[in-house]
């Protein structure tokens, strides 16, 4: 059953059917059937056309605001693409709902069921058409196998005989490090439990990709790139829809089989969790991030203990994590890769709900904890962010922009990015990593 795990959900045959159901699924349940003229059921068919459409956007605006402003379910609002086409399913439920009932008030001569299977048929044609646009939108789930998750369940669990011997580690410095004959011509994935031992926080299990030149005797010491993911979300997610794998390939085939080990971390414990990486009274998630991780990966990787050899990325969450974690510990990731970093952590879109969940309303304590705030506070000489945002999502270039201000003008070394056609999605993660281990590999030393 592979070639099904295989298919593709965003180009190819799926895209081609949706757009062929989804107008016609549309068409159906607007064409009037009756004794009526062609005149009046072009008319009503109009008529109808126009009516569901704006009574469906204005659901969806009123439904949007009550997520963002009532139960404060996202701390952002969700991307106009994405709102657009949430409308088109709204208007085929309404649509529908007017179907049904003129079917079966015409009673059992009119064939009800009949009708009533076409017309949900038409209504599903409807919903995949947009449920493939926002899954194009987001670029998270590529194939079935990203969406089932199947290919992520079969990674195996981090073996002994990757992990780093007892005692002092065997790995020559990657400046005197060779690359010898018969390496492998890719990396490999692994999945690891990591333990909250100085936090008692509690994380889902981390991914770790292990380059080429891990395999080889003696491994050099490589350097270490932690990752995290956006919210709602999962690690898994750098793995789909940031392509992680195909990414950091291609770096190392380009660099003798040297990449970053990277291991990409849970700081929230749940797909609906948010944490926002702080010490506060929702969890001890930066003494996780910056205690408990970096004493796992040194103890359990092959890795270069000097932390000028590590960096910090994500994205959207993630990239606000990746900023605190680079503005708090800078002597454990003094680099940090912001993929459409937030300007500040946030629980909702309102200041005060994130405060008050977060922090009991003491607006010091939460400021005091904030990128913007520290690095007014302190120098960062040394020190290096990559930025990198969608050209089609405004709010988070505006972000960037506040934040790279305030990082060159507190000492770092700053580059910015703005990614062509992607907007706040993974598009943007995927197609900045490239950019963002080039970055790192100047400051690294790693030679082409």
Same mark, same amino acid.
């Given at each position: ?43 009503? $068919? ?7 459409a704006l009574l469906a956007a204005a659901l969806v605006a009123g439904v949007h605001w009550l997520l963002i402003y009532v139960f404060s379910v ?28 003129? %079917?079966? +008030? ?23 058409? !947009? ?13 079935? !196998? ?7 369940? +079969? ?60 395999? %080889? ?62 010490? !506060? ?45 680079? $503005? ?12 459409? !970093? ?33 690095? $007014? ?26 934040? %790279? ?10 580059? $910015? +990015? ?24 100047? +400051? ?5």
């Open positions: 059953m592979d070639f099904i795990e295989d298919i593709r959900l965003v180009d190819g045959p799926v895209l081609w059917f949706a757009w062929a159901a989804g107008p016609a699924g549309l068409a159906y349940l607007l064409w009037r059937r009756g004794n009526v003229s062609r005149k009046q059921r072009g008319l009503g $068919t109009a008529a109808s056309a126009l009516a569901s996202f701390p952002a609002v969700l991307p106009f693409d994405v709102l657009a086409w949430s409308v088109p399913p709204v208007a085929a439920v309404l649509l529908l709902a007017l179907h049904l009932r003129r %079917s079966w +008030r015409a009673g059992p001569a009119a064939q009800p069921w009949r009708k009533t299977a076409a017309a949900l048929a038409a209504f599903l044609g409807v919903l995949t058409l !947009s449920a493939v646009q926002i899954n194009d939108y987001f670029g998270l789930n590529h194939t079935v !196998s990203d969406l089932t998750g199947t290919a992520v369940a +079969r990674i195996q669990p981090l073996e002994d005989g990757l992990k780093r011997a007892a005692g002092a580690s065997t790995a020559v410095s990657l400046a005197r490090w060779q690359a010898p004959a018969g390496l492998p011509d890719g990396g490999q994935l692994r999945r690891a439990p990591i333990p909250g031992t100085a936090s008692g926080f509690q994380s889902r299990e981390a991914y770790v990709y292990l380059p080429p030149a891990y395999f %080889s005797s003696p491994r050099p010491a490589l350097p270490v790139l932690v990752l995290f993911s956006g919210q709602p979300g999962a690690p898994a997610d750098w793995l789909t829809g940031g392509a992680l794998r195909n990414r950091m390939d291609r770096f190392a085939s380009a660099h003798h089989g040297v990449a970053p080990v990277t291991v990409v971390v849970d700081p929230n414990g749940s797909a609906a969790g948010n944490t926002m990486c702080m010490d !506060s009274r929702i969890a001890q998630a930066d003494a996780f991030l910056s205690r408990d991780v970096p004493a796992w990966i040194s103890g359990t990787l092959d890795v270069d203990p000097d932390h000028r050899q590590w960096a910090v990325g994500g994205f959207s969450f993630g990239g606000t994590c990746a900023m605190q974690m680079v $503005t708090r510990h800078p002597e454990t990731y003094p680099v940090a890769l912001a993929f459409s !970093s937030e300007q500040e952590p946030a629980i909702a879109k309102e200041r005060d709900k994130t405060v008050e969940a977060s922090f009991g309303g003491d607006a010091e304590a939460f400021d005091a904890l904030t990128p913007l705030r520290v690095m $007014t506070e302190r120098r960062f000489e040394g020190e290096a962010i990559y930025f990198a945002a969608g050209v089609r999502d405004p709010e988070f270039l505006g972000y960037m922009d506040v934040l %790279s201000a305030a990082a060159r003008a507190a000492g770092f070394t700053v580059q $910015t +990015r703005s990614i062509a056609d992607a907007g706040h999605s993974w598009a943007t993660a995927s197609s900045g990593l490239p950019g963002g281990l080039d970055f790192l590999a100047k +400051r690294w030393g790693i030679q082409p």
